[in-house]
């Protein structure tokens, strides 16, 4: 399990980092476990990314996620 708290810019690099690890982590694993990476939004938690057919892991930006991200951005 990994965490990262939103505080700044940092987060994108984060986010990427996470998703990579966690699909790596998934095809490595001898038992279950997610390929995805998720946002706990205040009130659940929110799948931010998809890994396609071919394997390629893409971060999915809903609306309140890039809420954030223009928040944390602006400083």
């Given at each position: 399990?990994m965490w990262?708290?939103?505080?700044?810019?940092?987060?994108?690099?984060?986010?990427?980092?996470?998703?990579?690890?966690?699909?790596?982590?998934?095809?490595?694993?001898?038992?279950?476990?997610?390929?995805?990476?998720?946002?706990?939004?205040?009130?659940?938690?929110?799948?931010?990314?998809?890994?396609?057919?071919?394997?390629?892991?893409?971060?999915?930006?809903?609306?309140?996620?890039?809420?954030?991200?223009?928040?944390?951005?602006?400083?």
């Amino acid at each position: 399990m990994m965490w990262h708290v939103i505080e700044d810019s940092s987060v994108i690099g984060t986010a990427n980092g996470m998703a990579y690890f966690a699909a790596a982590g998934y095809s490595d694993s001898p038992g279950p476990a997610s390929p995805h990476v998720y946002w706990w939004n205040g009130t659940g938690y929110e799948q931010l990314t998809e890994v396609s057919d071919d394997g390629t892991v893409m971060i999915r930006v809903s609306p309140g996620f890039q809420a954030v991200l223009e928040k944390v951005m602006k400083g």
